[in-house]
């Protein structure tokens, strides 16, 4: 059964932290690994991986995918508390439902002033 | 529109009866999904569309769930004699081309309380 795997669940920092947060994934036909930030609305898209050790970054953010160990790690560095919300990791596959993404439970994060 | 809508935002439901939930994608997106999110969990998969055909629901829990786009625009999950196991957020998503796995753009949920 696919699956994927977020850790920790929770995680509570000060402001100017670096935090890293955990993915691992088992995707049938994987195709690729996209991470979500989501707040108390909509989840919003940050990344999507598809090519092993290829870094994203996007500001203070960013991601890399390692398709061998079947993990994808998102780095927050310098920790403002607007990055407080829930992230979301998620595995796509090729064919079937081609958009249907399979989630982790997500990793809580609390950035305290 | 500018983005995924849905509504209602929120919906209190007494157990045993019928919810109609809408989703009103982005102008043009083909692909559309529906996801269920209990508290703390991730949101889970109940079906996607392409345009007005409806190519899996392989997510839906039971025969009580029925998803329908008319003309490939404007989605309605519907619920039938509600239990409250159904409470959650359901979530809407569309996505531009064929879904490719892919990044979707998420509305903000229906909030479902079956009391």
């Known amino acids: 059964e696919d699956k994927v795997v977020q850790s920790p669940l929770s995680l509570v920092v000060h402001e100017g932290d670096t935090v890293t947060l955990n993915c691992s994934y088992e995707?049938?036909?994987?195709?690729?690994l996209l991470w979500y930030k989501q707040e108390k609305k909509a989840p919003t898209f940050l990344f999507m991986l598809?090519?092993?050790?290829i870094e994203k970054k996007s500001g203070r953010l960013s991601s890399i995918l390692d398709k061998k160990e079947l993990f994808s790690i998102l780095n927050i560095t310098a920790t403002q508390t607007g990055d407080s919300a829930i992230y979301l990791c998620a595995g796509g596959s090729y064919g079937g439902s081609q958009g249907n993404l399979i989630f982790g439970k997500g990793t809580k994060l609390s950035v305290k002033p | 529109g500018a983005g995924v809508s849905q509504s209602p935002r929120y919906k209190v439901a007494k157990r045993g009866q019928d919810v109609a939930l809408r989703c009103d994608p982005i102008s043009g997106h083909v692909s559309l999904f529906w996801y269920q999110q209990a508290l703390g969990q991730g949101p889970e998969f109940l079906t996607y569309f392409q345009n007005e055909a409806q190519l899996d629901k392989s997510g839906l829990p039971s025969d009580r769930f029925f998803a329908e786009r008319p003309e490939g625009s404007v989605s309605t999950l519907k619920i039938q004699r509600t239990q409250q196991e159904d409470s959650a957020v359901y979530l809407c998503?569309?996505?531009?081309?064929?879904?490719?796995?892919?990044?979707?753009?998420f509305g903000e949920g229906s909030r479902l309380t079956v009391l």
């Open positions: 598809t090519s092993s050790g």
């Open positions: 995707v049938t036909n994987f195709r690729s």
């Open positions: 998503a569309s996505s531009f081309r064929e879904a490719e796995a892919g990044e979707l753009f």
